[in-house]
């Protein structure tokens, strides 16, 4: 039948990234990271609070896990391979990184990285295989099996349907593996949201209004991204104030659900998201955050609410037709929200695609991810290089130091051993240095009588990340080569 498979754990041993009391990610030398070493993006910790049920403390703890836990996760599945069975965070601050694996031998190499590990039966290769088997034999009918992904933690795919006996004897007909499956009884009903005005809006046409996902540049064109649903290509956009605005050139819906459009001259795109209290939070990169990070959403009906990725590589039976590829979350969403942003911290996630439930007695929301339409269209997403904690891009720096570390070796910079600040402000420091190595960043400043770390950024990669707020003072950037020789880039701008 489609019970639930037992997952062996490989090891119990739980490394944790950041306390409330910075406890480190994995073994060597390390100097904790405070929490004031780093300016969460503006609004996320009141959404946090608001959406999660945390306390400030553990929400700044929260963003602080997952950049950190990021690069270690993607490290650990381009390792493993196809024997990778998946990755998810979990704890209330995302302490703990779980690692799923199909062989046991592969346990201390994932411990060593700062996770715990999990041995399953069937690679996240294999679930992917049986989901798509099964998205081919099921019809595109809601109520049948409207809701198609793959569970990482239960290592199966899950259906959820309101007619599971008529599912299940579909399933049988897929030549799968009936025990790599789950149909769960659900009333879920996900409907693409759209034709609500709201905070960010833009209008297609007289009625049809969506939400601008993120800005984005085709060689010298600017535009932005946003649902397939939201119009055809072709269409004519205009902004939230009725002023033109562009026209889609491409748009996809169903089968995928997403959109670009190209914009004026009048209409400058900018690395930023609404955070739906006045401010902004800044668009640093792409990268795919981990099954179990928190995830906010910006559109143009809720303004901004926040909560958790469930799960990855899901397909949908939406009313109009099928749609696969979506990330499953559990943000609330309305109609209107269609084709806005989804954050982790500062990396772009994709564009809201459809979802069911409200804001007011919660839901469950979906997305498309943004890689898949940066790359379906050559897009390059327009990003702010100086403000992330967690990307390894050190261009745009004012101030910029290369060289290279051999195992162990530790080098100060700038190369006159210090530079000054007359006045309060922001530090930000970015290393980059080559994959396969560690290299940790640290900031000190001096107290009188010797040097004190007022900030740190000590993952288990190459690339390291520190924004720190101080007072006037001497202060130098330490680097450290934990394990492995490597070129190395710091980029820093001082206040």
């Not at 809601?142 to 793959?150: C, K």
């Not at 401010?279 to 303004?303: F, N």
């Amino acid at each position: 039948m489609f019970g639930r498979h037992a997952v062996a754990t490989g090891c119990v041993l739980v490394v944790t990234a950041l306390t409330l009391t910075g406890v480190p990610v994995a073994a060597g030398p390390r100097v904790p990271v405070t929490a004031s070493a780093w300016k969460p993006p503006s609004g996320m910790l009141e959404a946090f609070q608001r959406d999660l049920g945390l306390t400030r403390r553990q929400a700044q703890a929260r963003l602080l896990n997952e950049a950190r836990m990021l690069p270690v996760a993607t490290q650990l599945r381009r390792r493993l391979a196809d024997r990778f069975g998946g990755s998810w965070l979990v704890g209330a601050i995302s302490q703990t990184l779980v690692v799923a694996t199909t062989d046991e031998a592969d346990i201390p190499h994932i411990i060593a990285a700062g996770a715990r590990a999990e041995v399953v039966t069937r690679s996240m290769a294999e679930l992917l295989l049986i989901k798509e088997r099964i998205d081919g034999v099921l019809p595109a009918k809601p109520r049948v099996g409207g809701v198609r992904y793959v569970d990482a933690k239960r290592n199966k795919v899950v259906v959820l349907s309101a007619q599971p006996t008529v599912a299940e004897n579909l399933i049988k007909n897929a030549n799968v593996d009936t025990d790599a499956v789950s149909v769960v009884s659900s009333t879920e009903q996900p409907q693409p949201l759209h034709d609500v005005q709201g905070g960010d809006a833009y209008y297609v046409g007289v009625a049809s209004r969506c939400s601008i996902g993120f800005s984005v540049t085709h060689e010298a064109q600017a535009g932005f991204v946003s649902a397939g649903h939201c119009g055809k290509t072709g269409d004519a956009t205009t902004g939230f104030n009725r002023v033109p605005q562009g026209v889609f050139q491409a748009s996809v819906f169903p089968g995928s659900d997403y959109a670009w459009v190209a914009v004026n001259h009048n209409w400058v795109p900018k690395p930023a998201v609404s955070n739906g209290v006045g401010g902004t939070v800044s668009v640093v990169g792409s990268k795919v955050a981990v099954e179990g990070a928190s995830v906010c959403r910006s559109g143009s009906t809720t303004d901004w609410h926040c909560g958790i990725i469930l799960q990855r590589d899901t397909s949908i039976a939406y009313p109009q037709g099928a749609v696969s590829g979506l990330t499953r979350t559990n943000v609330c969403a309305e109609p209107g929200d269609s084709g806005g942003s989804f954050i982790s911290v500062d990396q772009a996630q994709g564009v809201a695609s459809g979802g069911s439930g409200d804001c007011t007695s919660g839901g469950v929301t979906y997305f498309q991810p943004i890689n898949e339409i940066l790359t379906a269209y050559d897009l390059t997403l327009v990003t702010d290089t100086l403000t992330s904690p967690s990307t390894g891009t050190c261009t745009g720096y004012p101030k910029i130091y290369v060289g290279s570390l051999e195992s162990g070796q530790v080098v100060y910079r700038p190369s006159t051993g210090y530079y000054r600040t007359t006045v309060a402000g922001q530090h930000h420091g970015c290393l980059d240095g080559d994959d396969g190595v560690d290299l940790d960043l640290y900031l000190e400043r001096w107290k009188g009588s010797g040097w004190s770390t007022v900030a740190a950024s000590d993952s288990s990669g190459p690339d390291e990340q520190i924004s720190y707020t101080g007072m006037p003072g001497f202060y130098r950037y330490r680097v450290v080569s934990v394990s492995g020789s490597s070129p190395y880039t710091l980029g820093f701008t001082t206040p």
